[in-house]
């Protein structure tokens, strides 16, 4: 079968700014609500692994499984491979695939496990049906995606306003759904899923720290990453509209009162199990 062609920009791009974000992500923090499913034999395929601090947290927690991660950008494979060697991972590889077309036969992992992936997918459907194609029978698909539009934070801030609704507008041209968590359930059971357990878990930034850390990152992310370039060069905004949301961000940063909520909807999709024919 042809692979799709892509219809979907990955509107983050992987400058610093964003990466400072992944590389904070863990098993722990990003896919608890996987991680009681999880066995030592276990043969697991990453989608959407990035750098690999996630992949190489499976990889601990499966130690006499196995660990695929698979993401887009070639660069971004080899920063994972150098992450899982730095931790000692021996139980993990990597290679550049699509979600959409995967190059692995039916019914080869335990575990399907993308974090903040089919919210940047031209196909989040077909990439869910890849998904349980090549999960085995009684395996597990789990996905877990933010939702932009329920995001909220204190005090209230037109800058952030702003930001929420550009980013909304930039991620939606270039063939994502930025509200992807709260649509996960719809498109699994789209996607011929039978057996779907959702549920839902936050990040809090809330800290002196943690708003210095959030704030700061998107301060610089809405003026140097490639999501700023494809919001001027897509016609969304202006770099003077950019760089007030900039300010936005680290106006409220400041603030001793703030409070920043990111909601996420997560999904474990069980594949159903073949009965044996009649005989």
């Known amino acids: ?17 964003v990466l400072r974000s992944h590389t904070w992500r863990t098993a ?11 066995k030592p034999h276990m043969r697991i395929l990453d989608v959407g692994c990035g750098p690999g601090t996630i992949t190489a947290d499976l990889a601990a927690l499966v130690p006499d499984g196995h ?10 494979v080899e920063r994972a491979r150098a992450t899982a060697a730095g931790r000692g ?13 995967l190059d692995h036969p039916d019914d080869t992992f335990c575990v399907v496990h993308a974090h903040q992936v089919l919210q940047h997918v031209g196909d989040p459907v077909r990439a869910l049906r890849e998904m349980r194609r090549v999960v085995k029978p009684g395996g597990i698909v789990a996905v877990r995606d ?17 930001w929420l609704d550009l980013y909304r507008g930039v991620a939606r ?4 759904e930025p509200d992807a968590g709260r649509r996960l359930e719809a498109w699994a059971l789209e996607a011929g899923f039978t057996d779907v357990t959702c549920t839902s878990a936050t990040w809090t930034f809330s800290t002196p720290a943690e708003r210095e850390w959030w704030s700061g990152l998107w301060a610089e992310r809405t003026l140097a990453s490639a999501y700023a370039g494809r919001a001027v060069e897509g016609g969304h905004a202006t770099t003077e509209r950019l760089r007030a949301v900039s300010a ?22 069980r594949k159903e199990v073949r009965n044996a024919p009649d005989r």
Request: with cysteine.
């Open 146 to 162: 933010a939702d932009y539009g329920a995001m909220t934070w204190y005090p209230a801030s037109p800058g952030l306003d702003d």
């Open 248 to 269: 936005a961000w680290r106006e409220w940063g400041e603030r001793p009162d703030g409070w920043f909520s990111v909601p996420h909807g997560e999904i474990l999709c």
């Open 1 to 17: 079968m042809p692979k799709p062609r892509e219809t979907a920009v990955y509107t983050h791009g992987h400058h610093e700014s």
């Open 89 to 101: 991972a021996a139980n993990t590889d990597f290679a550049v695939a699509d979600v959409h077309a």
């Open 28 to 38: 722990a923090n990003s896919a608890a609500y996987l991680l009681g499913s999880l």
């Open 67 to 76: 660990v695929t991660g698979v993401d887009r950008a070639p660069e971004i």
């Open 173 to 176: 041209a270039n063939g994502g």
